[in-house]
Each structure stands twice: as structure tokens, then as C-alpha cells.
């Protein structure tokens, strides 16, 4: 079996030039092949108009699979939502939210896809209730891992209890990096003081970050300190974001089956200032993962309102630092 880590891209990275009409799905998958990012991974209601509510025409899927073949590009993951609040004063009925489940499943199925993305909010008895149907289709449903969750919070671990319970091979984690965020992003810093927080309030809600300082208090200080409206805005993110450790990673390896590479910016100097990717690619050889890291860009709404927002350039530069923490440095890989 190859024990080598693959590499992807989120669709999800290029948002902002889908939004804005500047790619076309195949300028997308083209695109992030050409990095050697064969693995691609799509939010149903992004890639395909219609999903879930009005469903998907066949042409559209043969489309899609026409590009895959095209570019020799690899399906790998159907990021699902699931309503559960779509009713006024009441929760959807559990049989319906299965229901809702399986009909994802069926969609990443004629996508071709090895696996679904379930957010984190979805409960374990309807992944459990879904996990039969999946296996008929040959798909696995991975519980996203999202911060301000992590492999010890008991929503999650709750999760992992229902997997083992249930014994079944279709139930796994999805982790995202997000939640490895070691230092507080120079472009969030950037938005909220163009937003109207003043610097010596921005620059302590940064230090308190890597201080560890708990949330509550730096919101209490921010207000002491005169800080109202996006000050107290910037200072509430510590409640969403934490320093967790990758190597948590380890005692679930045997369920995490896809991983999302998320990043808010790459330097020219191809380094993600504030999530550790050497430490967690490190991790994650120890762990034997042989799956996708799929570049999952989120720092374009962080930018838009300053700069031309360049999702490309950073989705190339994230992949030409993981085929260097994966492969080792090639200096004439992904050239610019």
C-alpha cells in the first residue's frame, strides 16, 4: 500500500474567484492539478447549482467527471451540510435528518467520491443511523474536526464513542488544521484595525493569544481598556480559536481518513506564520496517514476589502510547502 501523504484542494480555496466569476470549474480543476494537487474535493452548493434543494442534472455530473478524466485529477470528498434547523421553533425530525444524510451520500457517490464531510454540529446517532447506507455505497462520513472543537472536547469524543460502538468502517474524522493555530493571524490583525480597533488594543489581543491568556479575561480587559464594537469583535475570536496539539491526532489515525490543509496566508517564503505545518506533517508520517491534505484557503475574506484577492498564488504556495515538508525540498518544484 502506498503509506505516501497525497495532496489536494478544497474548490472551497478559490470562493472568492468562483464568486466573482473569474473560474469556471474546469479553470479550478485545471488549475489545482497543475500544482500536482490531483486530489479534489467540492461543497455540493458551491460546484453545482441546485444542490441540495433542486438536485443536480446528469449532464452536469458527467461534466464534472469528463474534467476529472481530462486532468487526471482524483474525487475525494463532498462536503455536506445538513439542515437541521430549517424548521421555525423545532429541530428536523431524526428519521429526516438521516434521510438527509443518505441523500448526500448518494450525491458524493455520483461524484465518484471516497468520502463525505459531515460538519461538526451533526449528532452521532444520525452518522450512525447513515453508516450502513454509506457502506453500501462505498463512501465514509468523516465528523469535520473543526476549531473551537478538538480530539479532547466531549462532543467529540462522544463522536468517537458512537464510531467504536457502532464498529462500522464507514465512520471516521476529518481534522482541520484550523484548530492547530498557534499564533494570531496577521491578516485578521490587519482587517480589525482597518475596521476600526485601535493598535495598542490590537497588538494585546495578539500577545494574550500566544500567551494562552484565557478568552474571558482578554474581553474583560478589552472593555476595560475602552474597547467596543470590532475590538470586542477581534478579542471574541480567542473564544473560537486555540493552540491544540497535532500530536492528538495520534490516538484517532485509525479514523482520520482525509485532513483539511486550512490557511489564512502563505508568505513568499512559502511558510503559514501561524499553524505549525512542519510539526503536523511530522505527525502525521508518524501516524502513517496516507490520505489527502486538501488546501482549504480561508484568508480571502480577510483581504478583499483592502487588495485583489489572489487564491491562486496562495494555494500554490501552500502546496509547494507541503511537497516539501512531505518529499523533501526540490528547488524546481512548483515553480512560480
Not at 503509506?3 to 489536494?8: E, F, L, Q, S
Not at 476529472?68 to 463532498?78: E, F, L, T
Not at 490520505?291 to 504556495?317: F, H, K, L, T
Amino acid at each position: 500500500m502506498d503509506m505516501a501523504i497525497k495532496r489536494g484542494v478544497s474548490l472551497y480555496s478559490y470562493q472568492h474567484e468562483t464568486f466573482t466569476g473569474k473560474m469556471t470549474l474546469e479553470d479550478c480543476i485545471r488549475t489545482s492539478v497543475a500544482f500536482g494537487a490531483r486530489g479534489i474535493e467540492v461543497i455540493g452548493e458551491q460546484t453545482f447549482w441546485g444542490w441540495p434543494e433542486v438536485g443536480v442534472a446528469d449532464e452536469k455530473v458527467a461534466e464534472w467527471h469528463s474534467l476529472i478524466a481530462k486532468y487526471n485529477a482524483v474525487p475525494v470528498s463532498h462536503d455536506f451540510m445538513l439542515d437541521y434547523k430549517r424548521y421555525k421553533g423545532r429541530e428536523m425530525p431524526f428519521d429526516e435528518q438521516v434521510a438527509s444524510v443518505k441523500k448526500d451520500i448518494d450525491f458524493g457517490a455520483r461524484l465518484g467520491m471516497s468520502y463525505v464531510r459531515a460538519l461538526v454540529s451533526i449528532a452521532p446517532e444520525v452518522l450512525v443511523a447513515a453508516a450502513p447506507h454509506a457502506e453500501e455505497k462505498g463512501i465514509k462520513i468523516l465528523i469535520e474536526v473543526h476549531a473551537p472543537l478538538h480530539f479532547d472536547h466531549p462532543w467529540i469524543i462522544r463522536h468517537a464513542e458512537a464510531f467504536e460502538k457502532a464498529g462500522s468502517d464507514a465512520l471516521g474524522f476529518l481534522p482541520d488544521m484550523g484548530m492547530f493555530l498557534f499564533k494570531f493571524p496577521p491578516v485578521w490583525k490587519a482587517r480589525f484595525i482597518r475596521n476600526g480597533v485601535p493598535q495598542h488594543i490590537a497588538d494585546y489581543i495578539v500577545k494574550a493569544y500566544e500567551d494562552r491568556v484565557l478568552s474571558e479575561y482578554v474581553i474583560l480587559n478589552v472593555r476595560e481598556m475602552g474597547g467596543s464594537g470590532p475590538a470586542l469583535g477581534m478579542a471574541e475570536t480567542l473564544r473560537h480559536n486555540a493552540a491544540y496539539e497535532p500530536k492528538r491526532m495520534l490516538d484517532y489515525m485509525h479514523r482520520i481518513h482525509h485532513v483539511h490543509g486550512k490557511f489564512y496566508q502563505m508568505d513568499e517564503d512559502l511558510v503559514e506564520p501561524c499553524i505549525p505545518y512542519d510539526e503536523i506533517v511530522r505527525v502525521l508520517k508518524q501516524g502513517n496517514y496516507n490520505g489527502y491534505i486538501c488546501s482549504e484557503y480561508e484568508g480571502n475574506r480577510w483581504i478583499e476589502d483592502a487588495q485583489e484577492v489572489d487564491s491562486v498564488e496562495q494555494v500554490r504556495r501552500q502546496q509547494a510547502m507541503l511537497t516539501q515538508l512531505i518529499d523533501g525540498p526540490n528547488p524546481t518544484a512548483m515553480a512560480a
